[in-house]
């Protein structure tokens, strides 16, 4: 809804107008958010009905040309390589050819390459002929396979053709119905069953390196970045929590969120309990009673396991909810920092009170998100919003030029202007809102003074984490434990390798076949960390 407010003379704006013209611009602020919403419901009854939502319609990009570095014209064609195609290209094969019908006289001055690229796809059977040898006075000796042939969860079927299952289920996104058309098409005789074990069964070696990944990219990162996302699983709405930074991604998939989920998420599997001067910071921080506090530093600082940790409340008759979740909260960050993560870890997120651990850091992204949502009810309201969102990006570009060139000068300088920015009035309650939410997030917004490595946007995980989404819209959710647990494991290490320059099908060979080639990704992650070149095996490059 929109509509234009009469203009009123200065001798007209009394408090008592000024008063209702302030309420006019909240319910015409609540009354287009409320239209977005009914469109939003509107648009999914539509797809529950099997018809289609209203379209989102944006500017064609085809009648604005690419600048070119020098602004002055069209730049070339996005996508376009600007070196020679094959410049890179492992050479299989060579073939020389000659021309059949040559005329008389004619020289050989030479050879003109020209590259094909070619992919073979065919099904390859093998039979192996085990001979049985019979030993007096013992069982029968039968030949064993050779290395790689029969995989841990290979049965009947080759380590490249696991390879191949996995990287199209995880990498191209098919689903389990048309990946098992497609095997038929090339002539691989597998049942659905056997598709599905192949996928979800037997990969316990995917998981624990999974788990090294998330454990040695907390202790050698100064920050991560995280977000959530939905993920459905066995018809309910769940939650998927992703990790990580330029040197790991991690994934974990839960039925709810919250900050005790969240500190679960960056535990992993293993659940350490320790009480030390960040958990008692912690307690400090949330107001947990003296008293209490007293009682659980009397006693053992350890505990291993979510057994141990409840017995150790329950001998405390400590039962109260609030007091019980704080307590753990606090128990599981000693545990983090025990394990060797820096209790000065920043938390980069778009400001979910969940993620609000260690030292926390927002994203100026989302921080001016909710003035680019707002509806301008007049020129005024529009011009204020605009000059607001102005001083927003100039003072976002001069921290991120600070951030590329630290100048300890210039951070009172920039945090004075941070502090005119969210302590100005605007006469619009709307945009006073958003001003006084980035006021109260200052030290978040302002992280990067003091710690110039933390991105001042959330991007990167908003980025990794859209995987998850793109699975949502074409599965819709897992339907077992397992499926549930592969999904997020292969999603961390597909991301891992790509951020480690490893090509995830090279991986995917290398683990099948227990190779070996391809160091373990913890051990990428420490060397990428510290700028030391690996020690064992060579990772390819992507």
Not at 177 to 203: F, K
Not at 208 to 237: P, W
Not at 317 to 326: F, Y
């Amino acid at each position: 809804m929109r509509f234009e407010l009469p203009d009123f003379r200065p001798e007209e704006r009394t408090p008592l107008v000024e008063a209702l013209l302030g309420i006019i611009r909240q319910l015409a602020d609540r009354v287009a958010e409320l239209e977005e919403t009914t469109q939003q419901l509107r648009d999914e009854i539509a797809v529950l009905k099997g018809q289609k939502p209203r379209p989102t319609i944006r500017p064609s990009i085809l009648l604005t040309p690419t600048p070119t570095p020098d602004g002055t014209g069209a730049g070339r064609r996005r996508g376009k390589p600007t070196r020679p195609k094959t410049a890179e290209l492992t050479i299989h094969h060579t073939v020389t050819l000659h021309h059949p019908e040559l005329p008389a006289g004619a020289t050989l001055r030479g050879y003109e390459a020209y590259v094909v690229q070619e992919l073979l796809i065919q099904n390859h059977n093998t039979r192996y002929l085990r001979a049985r040898y019979e030993v007096p006075g013992s069982a029968s000796v039968l030949a064993p396979f050779p290395a790689g042939v029969v995989p841990v969860a290979g049965g009947h079927f080759g380590a490249n053709l696991i390879a191949y299952i996995l990287d199209q289920y995880h990498q191209a996104q098919i689903t389990e119905p048309l990946l098992l058309e497609q095997l038929w098409e090339y002539g691989i005789d597998i049942s659905a069953g056997q598709l599905h074990r192949i996928l979800t069964a037997n990969h316990e070696s995917f998981h624990q390196e999974k788990a090294e990944v998330l454990a040695t990219g907390l202790a050698e990162s100064s920050y991560v970045g995280t977000d959530d996302t939905g993920a459905r699983h066995q018809g309910k709405n769940g939650y998927c929590t992703a990790l990580g930074n330029d040197l790991f991604a991690s994934f974990e998939s839960s039925d709810h969120k919250s900050r005790l989920n969240f500190l679960h998420v960056l535990q992993g599997t293993q659940r350490d309990y320790a009480i030390n001067e960040t958990t008692l910071a912690y307690w400090e921080r949330q107001e947990l009673a003296a008293a209490l506090v007293e009682q659980l530093v009397q006693g053992p600082h350890t505990f291993v396991g979510a057994l141990a940790w409840q017995a150790r409340l329950a001998a405390l008759a400590i039962t109260d909810e609030r007091r019980v979740r704080i307590a753990t909260e606090g128990a599981l960050l000693g545990g983090l920092v025990a394990r060797g993560v820096s209790p000065e870890l920043v938390v980069l997120s778009d400001g979910a009170p969940q993620f609000v651990v260690f030292v926390h850091a927002s994203c100026w992204i989302h921080a001016e998100r909710p003035l680019a949502k707002l509806v301008p009810h007049n020129d005024e309201h529009r011009a204020a919003i605009a000059h607001v969102r102005t001083q927003i990006w100039e003072l976002y570009q001069d921290l991120k030029a600070y951030r590329e060139q630290p100048d300890e000068a210039r951070r009172p300088v920039l945090a004075a202007r941070f502090d005119a920015l969210v302590e100005q009035r605007t006469g619009y309650p709307s945009i006073n809102g958003v001003l006084k939410e980035m006021r109260d997030h200052k030290a978040d917004l302002l992280r990067v003074l003091e710690r110039p490595e933390v991105p001042l946007h959330n991007n990167g995980m908003e980025s990794d984490i859209r995987e998850y989404v793109k699975r949502r819209k074409i599965s819709g959710g897992t339907r077992s434990a397992a499926g549930r647990r592969c999904r997020d494991t292969f999603a961390s290490l597909k991301k891992t390798c790509r951020k480690l320059g490893v090509r995830f099908w090279d991986y995917l060979q290398d683990r099948v076949r227990g190779l070996g080639q391809i160091p373990r990704l913890a051990d990428l992650i420490r060397q990428k960390a510290r700028g030391t070149p690996a020690a064992n095996g060579q990772a390819v490059p992507v």
